[in-house]
């Protein structure tokens, strides 16, 4: 199993670009060790629960945000593709059918 520092330096390498200011980078760490403490909490708390199942909803619930996160980016990145270059090109979804 890899450590935090290990996930943060293997996301850091893949998704931050080069070009990205330190700031930038520091920024990015903040917000993942932040989830990474808010997901600790969430954690460290299970074993005050009554039973297994609410144990169980607990997880299911933070994977089930997980997932909606993952398709709201998903959907952000397809929908980034589509983007017309111009707000008047022909077939685009601000000119539809090419109409001038």
């Known amino acids: 199993?890899?450590?935090?520092?290990?996930?943060?330096?293997?996301?850091?390498?893949?998704?931050?670009p080069a070009s990205a200011t330190a700031s930038q980078r520091r920024d990015m760490e903040i917000a993942f060790y932040s989830g990474a403490s808010a997901l600790a909490?969430?954690?460290l708390a299970l074993p005050d629960l009554d039973n297994e199942d609410a144990r169980a909803r607990?997880?299911?619930?933070?994977q089930d945000e997980v997932d909606a996160f993952k398709l709201r980016m998903l959907i952000d990145i397809l929908g980034n593709l589509f983007e017309p270059t111009t707000p008047r090109e022909p077939h685009s979804r601000f000119n539809p059918k090419g109409a001038t």
């Open 41 to 43: 909490e969430i954690l």
């Open 58 to 62: 607990v997880i299911d619930a933070v």
């Open 1 to 16: 199993m890899a450590t935090l520092n290990e996930t943060w330096q293997h996301l850091a390498q893949r998704f931050i």
